[in-house]
C-alpha cells in the first residue's frame, strides 16, 4: 500500500527570529577607548570588539513536535466483518449530501481569518484515522464479494475549512474493481465525517491517495 499527500497552500517551516540571552547590561569600559564601546563589546588595547560574555545570540529552528500516529494498516479489502450480521441485500450509504469537488466553484472568502495552514505531519496522522475508515468500507464491500477485493488504486481531494475542521468537498475517483458494493460513497462519507483540527486560515485543499495491492 502506497500512500501520497499533497497540499495545496501548505506553508514551509522556517527558521525563529534569532534570541538572544542576556547576561547583563554592558558597560561601556574606559581605558585607552575613551569609553566609546557599546553595549555588547569592550575596550581591547585602541579597540572595541564583541564581548561574548555579555550578550549570547543564537538562531533558534523551529522543532516540530511528533504527532502521534496509529500504525499502518497491513491488510487492505479483506472481510473480516460476520457476515451473517450483514444485509443480505447490499445498501449503500447515502453520500448525495456531500458536494464533490470542484476548483472552479466560487468561494466566499472570511477577511477575518488568519494565515493558519495544517501542517504535514498533523494531517498524515489524520489521514490515517482516515484510511482506517476508508478500510471498514473495503471490508463491507469486500465481504459481498466473496471474502476479498482485487487492488486498486483510490485518488482523494478533499477541501477543508479552517473554522470546523470539516471536509466541505470530496471528490474520490476509484479503479475499476474498486467501484463495488458502495465503496466510492462509503469512502466520501467516511472522509466527510471525520473531524480534522480546526485552524485560523484559508481552506485547504489536500490530495490523497491509496493504492492497494502495490507494494510497499
Known sequence: MRTTLIVAGL???S??????????????????????CGRGTRCDGKACVVDYSQDI???Q????????????????????LDRNHLPKKFVPVDDK???????????TLDWSAGDEQLNEPVLNANMREVEYAINECLAVAACYSGGSLKGGRLD???SLVGKTGRADAVSVTAGADLQVFGIV??????IANHQFPTYNGPPM????????????
Open 11 to 13: 506553508a514551509g517551516l
Open 15 to 36: 527558521l525563529a527570529p534569532v534570541a538572544c540571552k542576556k547576561n547583563g547590561d554592558s558597560q561601556a569600559p574606559a581605558g585607552e577607548c575613551g569609553g566609546m
Open 57 to 59: 545570540c543564537t538562531s
Open 61 to 80: 529552528a523551529v522543532i516540530e513536535e511528533e504527532v502521534p500516529m496509529r500504525p499502518p494498516i497491513t491488510s487492505w479489502g479483506e472481510c473480516t
Open 97 to 107: 449530501s456531500i458536494p464533490q469537488f470542484d476548483p472552479n466553484r466560487t468561494r
Open 156 to 158: 482523494l481531494i478533499i
Open 185 to 190: 460513497p462509503c469512502v466520501r462519507k467516511a
Open 205 to 216: 485543499t489536500v490530495k490523497y491517495n491509496i493504492e492497494i495491492g502495490g507494494t510497499e
